[in-house]
């Protein structure tokens, strides 16, 4: 059942993603929407699951926290050393394909744990399982949406960014079909989701929206950003 539920969310990520590369014309807009969606799904989604999974405070601070914020600096250490290095080989200061695929990647990484924990659930219960199914669904749609968008603003050709959309989309797929082997602890998964919302944060706050009000600093995409953030709000209480 998991797996035929995955296959929902396989069409979603490529429906997200369909929709991103679609609107080129209003590049300002979709990076509004996209940094809205990122910025919901980490306040929204995954620091809540990751602060009530990820087990014991650490010197006082909940280790999702810990690792939010090790994921932020990792993200930004990832994308100077980037930088330094392509600068070093006589590009200019400008985006690096590299970083693309490395967030793109990260997107595939949790759409595949969203796989494992869409098994898991049904492993619990038929109840459980629809619940977190109509949350994988629905918020796959963004995942879609935001990995072809980080992967085309770096500067990657459309074809690499639609192979990083289609291994999005097959990520739930083979992350349901892993839970018929083995069941993930749930302490694991939250440390997970704490350095996964930082290093998503990052790319949201340093990257996708100031490129979104770089050169069109409109109140329609600052609307477009507050849509994102309010159709996450959506999902979110609609899955509860």
Not at 49 to 63: L, R, S
Not at 83 to 88: D, G, T
Not at 120 to 144: E, P
Not at 150 to 160: C, D, P, Q, V
Request: proline share 4%.
């Amino acid at each position: 059942m998991a797996v035929l539920v995955a296959l929902g969310a396989f069409l979603m990520t490529l429906a997200g993603g369909w929709v991103a590369q679609r609107v080129t014309d209003r590049r300002h807009l979709v990076l509004g929407f996209a940094g809205g969606l990122m910025l919901g799904v980490v306040g929204l989604d995954l620091l809540p699951e990751a602060i009530d999974a990820a087990g014991n405070p650490v010197f006082g601070v909940p280790a999702a926290l810990l690792l939010f914020v090790g994921g932020f600096l990792v993200a930004h250490l990832v994308e100077r050393l980037l930088a330094v290095r392509q600068v070093a080989h006589g590009a200019g200061e400008e985006r690096v394909p590299q970083v693309g695929l490395t967030a793109a990647a990260a997107m595939v990484g949790h759409s595949l744990m969203d796989g494992v924990a869409l098994g898991a659930a049904f492993q619990v219960g038929a109840g459980m399982g629809a619940a977190v199914a109509l949350a994988v669904i629905t918020h796959d749609f963004a995942d879609g949406f935001n990995t072809y968008t980080i992967t085309s603003l770096y500067g990657n050709a459309r074809r690499k960014a639609a192979l990083m959309l289609f291994a999005d989309a097959v990520a739930p797929l083979v992350g349901a079909a892993t839970t018929l082997l083995f069941t993930l602890p749930e302490e694991p998964l939250g440390c997970y989701l704490g350095f996964f919302g930082g290093a998503l944060l990052y790319l949201a706050a340093a990257e996708i929206l100031p490129e979104a009000h770089h050169e069109h600093p409109a109140r329609s995409t600052l609307l477009c950003t507050v849509a994102g953030v309010g159709f996450i709000w959506l999902v979110v209480g609609i899955a509860d």
